[in-house]
Nanobody, 130 residues
């Protein structure tokens, strides 16, 4: 059964930290772009950060640069999102997704949720109180 399992969300005060995890099963961990998205109430789903399974390529949304770090453990087929200096505007449901995006197109498309056809995690709630 192919699936992504996200975990690690919770409630934290502004300035605090959380680490999200997303573990894949049933897929060959190769040539994927692994991405964290988030969606706040009434807003569109937005790309937060991505990493390729080679670990060579990472991109971040401007709103999280310097605060969030994406990483992966290929042996565990797991991608992490370390979130520091959290702000109230980071409150959202966070989703992980995976897609085989051709390398020349990763930079321009990684943050478009329509690019990710069928591999999505179930979402984990992050709430930051001010």
């Amino acid at each position: 059964d192919v699936q992504l399992q996200a975990s690690g969300g919770g409630m934290v005060q502004a300035g605090g930290s959380l680490r999200l995890s997303c573990t894949a099963s049933g897929i060959t961990w190769d040539q994927y772009t692994l991405t964290w998205f988030r969606q706040a109430p009434g807003k569109e789903r937005e790309g937060v950060a991505c990493i390729t399974t080679t670990g060579e390529t990472k991109y971040y949304a401007d709103s999280v640069k310097g605060r969030f770090t994406i990483s992966s453990d290929n042996a565990k087929k797991t991608v992490y999102l370390q979130m520091n200096s959290l702000k109230s505007e980071d409150t959202a449901v966070y989703y992980c997704a995976a897609e085989r995006i051709p390398t020349p197109f990763i930079q321009s498309t990684w943050n478009n949720p329509r690019v990710y056809t069928n591999l999505w995690g179930q979402g984990t709630q992050v709430t930051v109180s001010s």
